[in-house]
């Protein structure tokens, strides 16, 4: 069978590496960056090279920056007792969207996995606990998805704060608003009736 | 409101650029890249290179390729005196697919529009002629979409050809194999019709 030139179909095994980018996708999308012309594909090389070498973590919190320090842990107008943590980088900027969360984050390096595949060391532990030992942090908001890796993580993570005198929190979970109850699992409603809120204060 | 770093969001700005992906699929797209190790941003990179240096347009008849000529045009099986016309590679490539044309291509820039954007000298139409008139063409298949678009282009072609004692085909338009009829619009149905199909031969 006919098939594309080699280093046309080596570009579409590449572009198929991204997520949610299938077989499909990826040609249609090597098709069209072939005909981009040049300066359009060195614009494209070029902010693959830039975010290659300029985006690192921020050293305070891990979140995406391009000097050692992120926007979020630079400014001062920011409540430094307040810490937010987050399972990676998309969540912190989904919240900062909200433009709601005036405190800071801690970005960790995933959830922990119970089936083994990731160990507390690894999503830096050591570095959070750290972190919330040295600062002069009040409250730890976890923003974490509620999944059970999410809990897990949530449960590791408040054994090893309970001695701090830290308010510890997490976002509620619930039905989504403008979801019908119906279409909701019984532990998401069972959540949500002993997490009820009192509307008289 | 918090913004990603600036390389990053340039990125993201390249991304959007390419078919089908929005804002959103560019942030995840970029966030992926962003955590990917070198080696594999590096793959990327150069695959793109290579696209950019490499690939380039059949002199014959305008598919992809790495020489001069494409597989197709060197494949000495393939019937010289039948020319199947595309519009662009992709349908190229999506009639490779199938395994059942064993002529010979010519990949159009592009199709003829009424309203004035592509003008015939845009699709190179002159490059087709000549070379239907320079090699021994018995049959050209129109394989182009039926829209308007399409329907023109195949007008305008088939004036060129009249006098050229060739036989001129299209593929067939009608109801999708699977297809229920109360779906189809007016004109398929009115060409399906039309263009119905002796079964006793």
Do not use: W
Not at 31 to 46: A, C, R, T
Not at 53 to 65: A, D, M, R, Y
């Amino acid at each position: 069978m006919y098939s594309y030139p080699e280093s046309l179909e080596l570009l579409v095994e590449q572009l198929r590496k991204l997520p949610s980018i299938g077989r499909k996708s990826a040609q249609r999308l090597a098709l069209h960056i072939v005909e981009m012309n040049d300066e359009k594909i060195n614009n494209l090389i070029q902010s693959l090279e830039d975010v290659k070498n300029k985006i690192h973590s921020c050293e305070i919190c891990g979140n995406l920056t391009e000097d050692d320090i992120c926007d979020v842990c630079k400014d001062e107008n920011r409540d430094k007792s307040i810490i937010c943590v987050v399972e990676d980088v998309t969540n912190l900027l989904t919240l900062e969207r909200l433009e709601t969360f005036r405190g800071r984050y801690h970005v960790l390096d995933g959830l922990i996995s119970p089936s083994g595949n990731m160990m507390p060391d690894e999503i830096g532990v050591d570095k959070f606990i750290g972190r919330v030992k040295k600062e002069n942090v009040k409250e730890i908001i976890f923003a974490i998805s509620p999944t059970v890796e999410g809990e897990t993580t949530m449960l590791f993570l408040k054994e090893l704060m309970k001695d701090l005198d830290i308010k510890i929190t997490r976002i509620a979970s619930g039905i989504p608003v403008g979801g019908n109850l119906e279409y909701y699992d019984d532990i998401t409603l069972s959540k949500a009736m002993k997490e009820r809120i009192n509307l008289l204060g």
